[in-house]
């Protein structure tokens, strides 16, 4: 998930299609299915082009932009018939960004961006892979929401007021999850059942009256807004 790999596929495409292929190929031989993240790090394609976060997300006419419509249809179309192909996911946790001051928190410009915003690019993104490949499932790889995820889509960190932390109702958790998941077939979450330090035992499990920092009972509120 770096710049050399895109940079292998521009400069050396032979080079890179063979690694692919070879794996694809080793996957499906030891009866193996992959879930393809089509890309993983959010800020892969801003930074290999100059372009900030903000403006991949929202410009759809950036270098960024164009880079990245190129590299996905690409890769859909050359393996959407490949029996190894479980199914599509979009990134990796890309909510878990939204809303906060990334441009305070990294020292970078422009890479501050909204929840809207990133949900009007998944809705774009879902679409751009269903016009190639209309059989494979869609995950947008999103995290679980943060506990005040709905809040801070209101008043986000780089608000002049600052961030709102205030905790999530269940509703407005359930909320969080459905508009996440509306351009996608499946609610992704990446649920992590630990803490390694006193000051994240509230990040993942403990809400809605839920206790223990290994508690799993989150992921049956998770499974009834799916079921529902």
């Known amino acids: 998930f770096g710049n050399g790999e895109l940079e292998y596929w521009q400069k050396y ?10 794996m694809m190929s080793d996957l499906y ?13 959010n800020t892969q394609f801003p930074r290999f082009t100059g372009d900030g ?13 164009r880079l990245w419509r190129d590299y996905i249809w690409q890769v859909v179309n050359r393996y959407k018939n490949h029996p190894a ?19 305070k928190r990294t020292g970078f410009k422009g890479d501050n961006y909204s929840t809207g915003e990133l949900l009007d690019f998944v809705h774009e993104y879902a679409n751009f892979i269903r016009e190639i490949d209309p059989n494979h499932l869609i ?11 709905e809040h801070l889509r209101k008043q986000p960190e780089w608000s002049p007021k600052g961030a709102d932390w205030t905790s999530d ?6 909320k969080n999850l459905i508009d996440a998941s509306k351009d996608a077939e499946i609610i992704s979450v990446h649920f992590y059942n ?4 006193e000051e994240c035992t509230s990040r993942y499990n403990e809400r809605f009256g839920i206790k223990g920092v290994y508690n799993v009972d989150l992921l049956n509120e998770v ?4 079921n529902e």
């Open 13 to 22: 495409p032979n080079f890179f299609w063979n690694r692919f292929d070879k």
């Open 29 to 41: 031989e030891n009866r193996f299915q992959v879930v393809l993240v089509l890309n993983w790090w």
């Open 53 to 65: 976060l903000r403006v991949f997300f929202i410009e759809p006419n950036s270098a960024s932009r």
């Open 85 to 103: 192909v479980l199914f599509w996911e979009l990134g990796n946790e890309w909510n878990l960004d939204a809303d906060l001051d990334i441009d």
């Open 139 to 149: 995950s947008n790889g999103f995290s679980m929401p943060r506990p005040s995820a």
């Open 169 to 174: 109702s269940k509703e407005e958790f359930k």
């Open 194 to 197: 630990f803490c390694d330090n």
């Open 223 to 226: 499974v009834g807004v799916a």
